[in-house]
C-alpha cells in the first residue's frame, strides 16, 4: 500500500507541475495530496524528495508536514462544514 500511495504522490506532483509550472514544489506537493488520504510517512518521504529545500525555512518542516497530513486526510464531512460555516 506504501508503495501505491508514493507512486500516487510522485503522480499528481508532476502532474500539478505541469499544469501550473509557476507553482513552488511545496504548493504542487500540497495540492497533490488534497484529500487523497495519505499516511504519514508516505508523506514525509515524499516531501523530502520532492519538495525543493529552498521552499521551506528548516525549522518550519515538521509543522509544514503536519498540516499537510490534515490537508490530505480531512474528511469530507468536516471540509462541507468549513465551506459552509456549520
Do not use: H, W
Not at 508532476?14 to 509550472?21: G, H, I
Amino acid at each position: 500500500l506504501l508503495n501505491i500511495n508514493m507512486k500516487s504522490i510522485n503522480a499528481n506532483f508532476n502532474r500539478v507541475q505541469l499544469l501550473s509550472p509557476n507553482y513552488s514544489s511545496y504548493l504542487c506537493f500540497a495540492n497533490a495530496v488534497k484529500d487523497k488520504r495519505f499516511s504519514l510517512a508516505s508523506l514525509q518521504k515524499n516531501f523530502n524528495n520532492l519538495v525543493d529545500k529552498n521552499d521551506y525555512e528548516k525549522q518550519d518542516k515538521s509543522k509544514l508536514i503536519s498540516n499537510l497530513y490534515k490537508l490530505s486526510n480531512t474528511p469530507e464531512e468536516e471540509g462541507f462544514r468549513a465551506k459552509n460555516g456549520f
